[in-house]
Structures are given as C-alpha cells and as structure tokens.
C-alpha cells in the first residue's frame, strides 16, 4: 500500500531513521482524533480554517465567531511552527525545511483540494443534525472518523504536496521558516483547500440533503393521499 502511494523506499541502514509516510499519516490523524475530541465541546473542533469556512458557507457558524476561529487557527499554527524550531535546532529543522508544505515537481496542485474535500465532506456527514438524531453512535465515533479522514488525505497527498488540508497548517511553518519556495507556493495551500471546501459543502448541502428533503416530503404526500 505505501509503494502505491509513492512512499520511497528506505535503506537497511535508515529502515528506522524516520517515521515514513505510513508513520506521518497515523501521527496527523491520530492528532486530529485528540484535538477534535478535546476541543468539541469548547469551539465545536474548529482548527482548521477550510473546515470553518465550508461551516460558515452552509450558515452553521456566524461570520464574526468564524473571523475569530481563524485568526485564533492561523496564530496558533505560527506559534506552533515557532516552537517547533526552537526544539529541533537550526541544523534539522534546515535540513527538513521546517516541514513546509511545497508542491513536488510535475504533480497537480489539484490535490490539495480533493484532500479537504474528502475531509469537509466526512466532517458534514459525522455532524449531521438529523444522522446525529437517528443514529446515537455517530457523535461519539465523529472525532475517530475525522481523523481517518485525514490519515487517508495524508496517505495520497504526502508524495504529491507533504500534504496541507489545512491552510493555517501551511502557512505556520512557511512563516516561521521563511522559504522561498514555500511562500511563493502559498497560493496552492490557501486557494486549493478554500475551492474544495466550497464545492463539497454545495453538493452537500443542495444537492443531497435537498435530495434527501424533496423525497421525504414527496413520501409524506403520498402517505396522506
């Protein structure tokens, strides 16, 4: 599975060197388990500025609370990348460009908005008001399946882009550690995710739940006649 997503093969001397795109996928989504988990009943799990926007399009969260859950995301993500070159040093965090996100050569900057899309698109479903109602499992497994989400977009896109799905998480560490290449890619990782999110919470919102509404009501006509 990892050779088909691009994962490069170590040597048997570096066969424990690092953790691999296997590795790296889990820790993302198993991270974004505990996050959702812990900051659900506080903000709703709002850390990530694409989620937010899609919620804020499908009018589930005000502009003014979805102004101040990104500035909060975007801050966080530079205090964050921040702390991270204070822990690994000058010379590793250079050598592993201080985990900025860049597009690899000949690759389609396409990724990264299919990888919030399936990642929005997973997040309306786990929160859905009336799933939530009829199935009383789902908002307990809705963390668990967020973060699958995001293990299966990093398993895709880590060859392709290291993968962003996340425009503060982009643009923390291409701040803090001020590349070229890495802010002049900056576009790819704030413009991809945002058209994602846009088009998944559309399809979402007005063609299935609508879908979904016109049958039901179109169910409860013929039950009266």
């Given at each position: 599975?990892?050779?088909?997503?691009?994962?490069?093969?170590?040597?048997?001397?570096?066969?424990?060197?690092?953790?691999?795109?296997?590795?790296?996928?889990?820790?993302?989504?198993?991270?974004?388990?505990?996050?959702?988990?812990?900051?659900?009943?506080?903000?709703?799990?709002?850390?990530?500025?694409?989620?937010?926007?899609?919620?804020?399009?499908?009018?589930?969260?005000?502009?003014?609370?979805?102004?101040?859950?990104?500035?909060?995301?975007?801050?966080?993500?530079?205090?964050?990348?921040?702390?991270?070159?204070?822990?690994?040093?000058?010379?590793?965090?250079?050598?592993?460009?201080?985990?900025?996100?860049?597009?690899?050569?000949?690759?389609?900057?396409?990724?990264?908005?299919?990888?919030?899309?399936?990642?929005?698109?997973?997040?309306?479903?786990?929160?859905?008001?009336?799933?939530?109602?009829?199935?009383?499992?789902?908002?307990?497994?809705?963390?668990?399946?967020?973060?699958?989400?995001?293990?299966?977009?990093?398993?895709?896109?880590?060859?392709?882009?290291?993968?962003?799905?996340?425009?503060?998480?982009?643009?923390?560490?291409?701040?803090?550690?001020?590349?070229?290449?890495?802010?002049?890619?900056?576009?790819?990782?704030?413009?991809?995710?945002?058209?994602?999110?846009?088009?998944?919470?559309a399809y979402h919102q007005?063609?299935?739940?609508?879908?979904?509404?016109?049958?039901?009501?179109?169910?409860?006509?013929?039950?009266?006649?």
């Amino acid at each position: 599975m990892a050779t088909v997503m691009g994962h490069k093969r170590q040597s048997e001397e570096a066969a424990c060197s690092s953790a691999g795109v296997l590795g790296i996928a889990w820790a993302f989504g198993g991270m974004i388990v505990v996050l959702v988990y812990c900051t659900a009943g506080i903000s709703g799990g709002h850390i990530n500025p694409a989620v937010t926007f899609a919620l804020l399009l499908a009018r589930k969260v005000s502009l003014p609370r979805a102004a101040l859950y990104m500035a909060a995301q975007y801050l966080g993500a530079i205090c964050g990348a921040a702390l991270v070159r204070a822990v690994h040093g000058t010379r590793h965090y250079e050598l592993y460009g201080g985990g900025a996100n860049e597009l690899a050569p000949g690759f389609s900057p396409v990724a990264e908005a299919l990888g919030t899309a399936v990642l929005v698109y997973t997040v309306f479903s786990a929160t859905d008001p009336k799933r939530m109602a009829r199935d009383s499992q789902v908002p307990v497994l809705a963390p668990l399946l967020i973060g699958f989400a995001v293990l299966m977009a990093h398993l895709v896109t880590i060859p392709v882009t290291g993968t962003g799905i996340n425009p503060a998480r982009s643009l923390g560490p291409a701040v803090v550690y001020n590349g070229g290449k890495a802010l002049d890619e900056q576009w790819i990782f704030s413009v991809g995710p945002f058209v994602g999110v846009a088009v998944t919470m559309a399809y979402h919102q007005y063609v299935l739940r609508d879908g979904a509404a016109k049958s039901s009501r179109s169910k409860l006509g013929r039950q009266e006649n």
